[in-house]
C-alpha cells in the first residue's frame, strides 16, 4: 500500500508560479516503476486529471487546460512527483492530488487507471 503526501500549496496571483509536491512512501511500493498523476478538484466540479508522467518519466501527458503552463516531473531518488504551475490563472483554483498510477504504466489520460489519493493540497490563485 502506498501514502501520498502532497505539500507546496498556498495563495498565488494570477500570473504567478507555484510547485507542488507528492512524496510517496510504502514498504512494499517501488515508486519508480509507476506512472503518476496530478489531479485538482474545484469546488462543485468533478475531479479533473491534469497531469501525468509515464514510470520512466520519458512519457508525460497534459490536459488541454494547463497543455504549455503546467510541467510534471519526477525524482526517484527522492519518491517524488512535482507539478510546476505557471503563468496561473483563477479558473486553477483548486484542491490538487497525487495518485498512483500503473506499473510500469505509460502516460496514460485516463482516469481509471488512477487510485490510492493523497489528501490534496489548496492552491487559490487570486485575480
Known amino acids: 500500500q502506498v501514502q501520498l503526501v502532497e505539500s507546496g500549496g498556498g495563495l498565488v496571483q494570477a500570473g504567478g508560479s507555484l510547485r507542488i509536491s507528492c512524496a510517496a512512501s510504502g514498504r512494499t511500493f517501488t515508486f519508480s516503476t509507476y506512472s503518476m498523476g496530478w489531479f485538482r478538484q474545484a469546488p462543485g466540479k468533478e475531479r479533473e486529471l491534469v497531469a501525468v508522467i509515464s514510470w520512466s518519466g520519458g512519457g508525460t501527458y497534459y490536459a488541454d487546460s494547463v497543455k504549455g503552463r503546467f510541467t510534471i516531473s519526477r525524482d526517484n531518488a527522492k519518491n517524488t512527483v512535482y507539478l510546476q504551475m505557471n503563468s496561473l490563472k483563477p479558473e486553477d483554483t483548486a484542491v490538487y492530488y497525487c495518485?498512483?498510477?500503473?506499473?510500469?504504466?505509460?502516460?496514460?489520460?485516463?482516469?481509471?487507471?488512477?487510485?490510492?489519493w493523497g489528501q490534496g493540497t489548496q492552491v487559490t490563485v487570486s485575480s
Open positions: 495518485a498512483q498510477g500503473q506499473k510500469y504504466g505509460r502516460a496514460s489520460g485516463s482516469r481509471a487507471d488512477f487510485g490510492s
